[in-house]
């Protein structure tokens, strides 16, 4: 697939301040993005948003409707076209990998966008890509760039040289063009921090998420504990989850029907088994005792 450029898109959610911290990338063709991003746009004028962060998604009905819109278009249209990819990687910061001194979360923050987009570009088999990351992220994006481009498209035999070799084999990618941009101008990245959010936050509420919903036939059960409705702080801090979690139920029901391989139940969390289907959540876990985060230099 040489000489065709794909594009790729990304956000994260809970850097560097949660347990749990998510990448997500939306990637694909240039021509099937730009339909997308004309579909989120109108979403957005539609509902009279500017801009869609899963951290806004409260009690304001406009957002919501926006992020169920959203939702719902990304599935549609990976179904429609097999010509998108969503690959969002979340880890846990206390795991083996981790949970170490003298952590060093910019260069591991690096390590994991390295390990997305390497996912991402061999699951397309395509070489040259450019790749527009949010512009508030911390990652220095010219050294994540030359460690892509010194990564070869194919996967590394079991005796190959160790990530970030110095060594060129052929057949390398080639992420010509990294532009940061800002998430309030490109609708492709606001998606981005939907699905980084929505992975999130199920790690952290998975249990209680899906208790909501199996209460969803019994809406005497839908309040969750100590609903206080003379504490507006209160009050809204539930319905802002309930929303959050309708969401959740909505878009897990919608990958369902449409058969994308997403699981929520059986770890109370998004992952999906088959890592190269087109809605990849891939909960990264240490791959050997030697797996571990970058340290700060003393």
């Known amino acids: 697939m040489k000489g065709r450029t794909f594009r790729a898109y990304s956000d994260e959610s809970g850097i560097f301040n ?4 998510t990448i997500a990338v939306i990637s694909g063709p240039e021509t099937i993005l730009t339909q997308l991003r004309s579909n989120l ?21 406009p957002i919501i409707e926006a992020a169920q819109a959203f939702s719902r278009c990304i599935v549609e249209m990976l179904t429609q076209t097999r010509a998108l ?18 952590r060093n979360s910019v260069a591991n923050l690096e390590r994991m966008y390295y390990k997305v987009l390497t996912h991402a570009a061999r699951q ?12 508030n992220s911390q990652v220095h994006w010219s050294e994540i760039a030359d460690f892509l481009n010194r990564t070869r498209l194919s996967k590394h035999m079991a005796n190959a040289p160790l990530l970030f070799d110095s060594q060129q084999p052929d057949q390398t990618m080639e992420f010509t063009s990294v532009e940061p ?5 490109e609708p492709l990245i606001q998606l981005a921090d939907l699905l980084a959010g929505m992975a999130r ?8 998420c899906i208790q909501w919903l199996d209460s969803w036939g019994n ?25 959050r979690f309708l969401l959740i139920g909505e878009f897990n029901a919608r990958c369902k029907r449409y058969k ?9 969390c998004f992952w999906t088994p088959n890592p190269s289907n087109a809605m990849n959540f891939w909960n990264y876990e240490p791959q050997h005792d030697y797996d571990r985060a970058p340290q700060r230099m003393n």
């Open 18 to 21: 949660h347990r749990y911290q």
């Open 181 to 185: 941009l800002d998430s309030l101008q």
């Open 219 to 243: 809406r005497d059960q839908l309040a969750l504990p100590n609903f206080l409705n003379d504490n507006c702080a209160i009050e809204e801090t539930i319905r802002t989850k309930q929303n």
């Open 124 to 135: 397309w088999n395509q070489l040259e890509w450019s790749f527009h990351p949010d512009k």
């Open 260 to 268: 994308l391989g997403v699981s929520l139940r059986d770890r109370r």
């Open 41 to 61: 746009q109108g979403i957005l004028s539609q509902n009279q948003v500017n801009e869609l962060k899963f951290a806004l998604i409260r009690t304001h009905r």
């Open 85 to 102: 990819r969503a690959d969002i990687i979340t880890w846990d910061t206390q795991d083996s990998r981790h949970a170490i001194p003298g």
């Open 201 to 208: 936050f199920m790690r952290e509420e998975g249990h209680q």
